[in-house]
């Protein structure tokens, strides 16, 4: 059976093992879907960064102990003692051993492959704001990380066997935007040299498949994860 290899970020686990972190019903639904469901027809391995596991430990803290100042924490999300320990101890047991989620170490190959995808990130508007204030909204530092892994990962375990699954629009905005064929002839040469510095080649190819259980369409989920059950 083939094997496919599934890197998710913090807000993906969060979601799935204290549900009430999220204030997207599709992020919930679709992130228990995956990390409850399977393919007869792959055999799929769950990866996280490692530094993303003591970020999803800090979204429980949050959502268990930060009601009282954080204005972000309303009161319909706040975990119960009981949620808050169950959550915990399902996403330590889930992590220990790679028992269902295997924690990827980050490593110097990562952080040079930030090269391939900063870049992008700092030289267009990502995610902008449509509204009054027309605010722009770059991927954060870990975003960045987590796309750098996955293009190091995307190569080693080729296309067909990678996909990052993410809550977070942006790191699929700066995927999508360094896939673009709008992309300077200055920038294409840089990410051309900074590509053939870890012994790859830049192109389209280079970066990865990433699905955002936010807001993409069910087919998207349905095309890449064929056979999936609990469906989609």
């Not at 330590?92 to 090269?115: F, M, P, S, W």
Request: glycine share 6%; proline share 4%.
């Amino acid at each position: 059976m083939k094997r496919h290899f599934v890197l998710i970020d913090a807000c993906v686990a969060a979601a799935h093992f204290a549900p009430k972190s999220t204030q997207s019903t599709n992020l919930r639904q679709r992130a228990s879907t995956l990390l409850t469901g399977s393919s007869a027809t792959m055999d799929v391995r769950f990866l996280i960064p490692n530094f993303c596991i003591a970020e999803v430990f800090a979204v429980f803290e949050k959502y268990r102990w930060g009601r009282t100042w954080n204005k972000h924490v309303k009161p319909a999300h706040v975990l119960t003692p009981r949620e808050f320990a169950k959550a915990r101890q399902h996403f330590g047991t889930a992590i220990h051993n790679g028992a269902k989620i295997l924690q990827v170490e980050l490593n110097r190959y990562h952080i040079l492959c930030v090269d391939l995808v900063s870049p992008i990130n700092n030289a267009y508007k990502i995610k902008r704001d449509r509204g009054a204030k027309k605010n722009v909204t770059p991927a954060k530092t870990y975003d960045v990380l987590i796309v750098a892994m996955s293009v190091w990962l995307k190569n080693q375990y080729g296309e067909g066997s990678f996909t990052l699954v993410t809550g977070d629009e942006r790191m699929q905005l700066v995927v999508e935007r360094a896939k673009s064929a709008r992309i300077s002839r200055p920038m294409k040469m840089h990410l051309t040299e900074m590509a053939q510095r870890v012994g790859l080649q830049y192109g389209r190819d280079l970066y990865p498949t990433v699905i955002n259980l936010t807001s993409g369409g069910k087919s998207v989920l349905r095309e890449r994860f064929a056979d999936w059950a609990p469906a989609w």
